[in-house]
């Protein structure tokens, strides 16, 4: 066997693998024993079929199975034995010229076009600043958040009028273009938070109205035509609403209102079993602390996100493009060439900081040990049944929930990306400048 390996320039290579019968015949002929003393065959006694009768029913499917495996295997070891740093996976090149009869005394060429990653150093250091975000919450996010909290505890009442922040219980029908009931065409009875409409001058149009009262309603411009916000009001598929081009009925069945819950010992007690809110302040100071520990988290995500895209820019290396969109198109044939040129930018972003996060890795000796995957996997679960049940999983469970996870090789893959994005941030917030910076809630959330 002989392969050899074509540079066309840093990036892109043809490997050639030029294969001898006498690289395949020892395989071959062990595959056809093996074959015939497991095959049943009318005829002859299981594990008697003679070799010679197995080879000429199976012979060239054998034959093409055993080389498949020694180019699989060679080109394996090739690349591992070079240290090539592979991008995708090779792609076979199509010679339509050739025509190989596989009669077992054949010498065969096979190539291979392979995308390699490009040579490039890693380094950051105190030279590379960055802003450590520390976010204060307002006056409005907490009492907007206190708010919200109080009416998920409080009364429903039927106001005369609607006001904003209300939910019209209404009938809605499809209209047609002259603005006439559309005979057979969509109805529903639907429930409207005043809240999610975020055209504001629908919005304005749905204030004020009581029962029986009936208004034209333009769905499309209330929902920002969002078509999954569109179909779930009105029953129907997104392909659907995303279509939807008429105008609506609207009449009002009942208007609801949630009033707010006094701050009482019982609504107290509600939020915080462990009794630790006896009174307004302690509820509003319960409340900054809940808002600026969710945006001490996303701020820390920010932090992330700006490394990142400085590493991004500060790196912005080359990749074998064409190749690329070629081995996603040959991984994935119903995907379309514009769908893969309008996706490629993401794809290129994600596969840089992988390579980028590769080099950190390997300069930097960052590792982890499997027992703390099994540690992430148990939080993340853990955090997920908290969102719906207050009682923790006991440990028992929580282990066989884990055991379960990480079978399933798709989720133990997210999680081992999670753990090493997470190596890699903490390796670089300890070594790059970063500079607390108080902010408050609405300017932080207005950051890009």
């Known amino acids: 066997m002989n392969i050899t390996r074509d540079k066309i320039n840093e990036l892109n290579s043809i490997i050639t693998i030029n294969i001898t019968p006498e690289d395949y015949k020892a395989n071959v002929e062990k595959a056809l024993k093996d074959h015939s003393k497991k095959v049943n065959m009318p005829g002859f006694r299981k594990g008697n079929v003679p070799v010679g009768h197995i080879k000429k029913l199976y012979g060239k499917s054998i034959l093409v199975d055993q080389i498949n495996n020694l180019l699989s295997d060679s080109l394996t070891n090739y690349i591992s034995e070079n240290k090539l740093e592979v991008l995708g996976q090779p792609l076979p090149k199509v010679d339509d ?39 204060k919450a307002d006056e409005e996010t907490i009492e907007s958040r206190m708010k919200n909290l109080r009416r998920s505890y409080g009364k429903m009442t039927n106001p005369e009028q609607s006001e904003e922040g209300d939910v019209l ?44 009262d009936v208004v034209e309603f333009d769905i499309q411009k209330a929902y920002g035509n969002d078509a999954h916000r569109i179909g779930h009001v009105l029953n129907i598929d997104e392909e659907t609403a995303k279509e939807l081009k008429s105008k609506f009925q609207l009449t009002v069945k009942n208007v609801n209102r949630l009033s707010e819950a006094d701050l009482t010992e019982e609504f107290f007690n509600k939020l915080f079993s462990d009794g630790s809110v006896k009174n307004a302040d302690d509820f509003k100071a319960k409340v900054v602390e809940e808002i600026e520990q969710q945006m001490a988290y996303n701020a820390e995500r920010k932090l992330q996100a700006d490394i990142q895209a400085y590493a991004l820019e500060k790196y912005n290396f080359e990749l074998p493009d064409a190749f690329l969109k070629r081995w996603i198109k040959a991984t994935n044939e119903k995907v379309t060439e514009e769908e893969i040129e309008k996706d490629y930018p993401n794809f290129v972003k994600n596969l840089k900081w992988t390579l980028i996060e590769n080099k950190l890795m390997q300069a930097n000796n960052i590792e982890f040990k499997s027992e703390e995957v099994v540690a992430l996997a148990k939080e993340r679960i853990a955090q997920q049944f908290a969102m719906y049940s207050p009682a923790p999983l006991s440990d028992e469970q929580l282990n066989e929930y884990t055991m379960q996870f990480l079978q399933n090789r798709e989720s133990a893959n997210r999680i081992y990306d999670e753990l090493r994005t997470i190596k890699v941030f903490e390796y670089l917030t300890g070594v790059v400048n970063t500079t607390n910076k108080e902010i408050d809630y609405k300017a932080f959330m207005e950051l890009k």
């Open 97 to 135: 010229k050739t025509d190989y009869k596989w009669d077992f005394e054949e010498a065969y060429e096979f190539s291979y076009e392979v995308g390699l990653a490009p040579e490039f150093n890693v380094e950051f250091s105190d030279k590379d600043k960055f802003s450590k975000y520390i976010v």
């Open 169 to 212: 219980y209404s009938e809605l029908v499809q209209l047609s273009p002259d603005g006439s009931v559309f005979e057979g065409g969509i109805s529903s009875t639907t429930s409207l938070r005043l809240d999610l409409v975020t055209d504001a001058d629908v919005k304005k149009s749905l204030i004020g109205l009581k029962n029986g």
